[in-house]
């Protein structure tokens, strides 16, 4: 199993960057494919990005593509997603999702292990 905090959420203004970071327990988090996802207030939770556990094939939503990069250090057990450019609309709670065999990355049912989210807020 593996446990997820998220880190590193607040207020920007638009146009700002932040970068999140996941930090994961347990000795296989280099084995865990890891995924970003965000609930906004009164919406789904919807995806973000992933990325496989070795670290290639990046998938993004197309809301995010272009502005938003993830990245993992499995030295340091942890996942980041450093977003640029960030706008009002991406404002939301996001959470970080691990799972060891994931057939669609985009998919929230495919993750069973959930961080308890971290806060972006992005004013106008």
């Known amino acids: 199993q593996v446990q997820l905090v998220e880190s590193g959420g607040g207020l920007v203004q638009t146009g700002g960057s932040l970068r999140l970071s996941c930090a994961a327990s347990?000795?296989?988090?280099?084995?865990?494919?890891m995924a970003w996802f965000r609930q906004a207030p009164g919406k789904e939770r919807e995806f973000v990005a992933a990325?496989?556990?070795?670290?290639?094939?990046?998938y993004y939503a197309d809301s995010v593509t272009g502005r938003f990069t993830i990245s993992r250090d499995n030295a340091k057990n942890t996942v980041y997603l450093q977003m640029n450019s960030l706008k009002p609309e991406d404002t939301a709670v996001y959470y970080c999702?691990?799972?060891?065999?994931?057939?669609?990355?985009?998919?929230?049912?495919?993750?069973?292990?959930w961080g308890p989210g971290t806060q972006v807020t992005v004013s106008s």
């Open positions: 990325i496989s556990w070795r670290g290639s094939l990046p």
């Open positions: 347990g000795r296989t988090f280099s084995s865990y494919n």
């Open positions: 999702a691990a799972e060891y065999i994931t057939k669609n990355y985009y998919s929230i049912q495919e993750y069973a292990y």
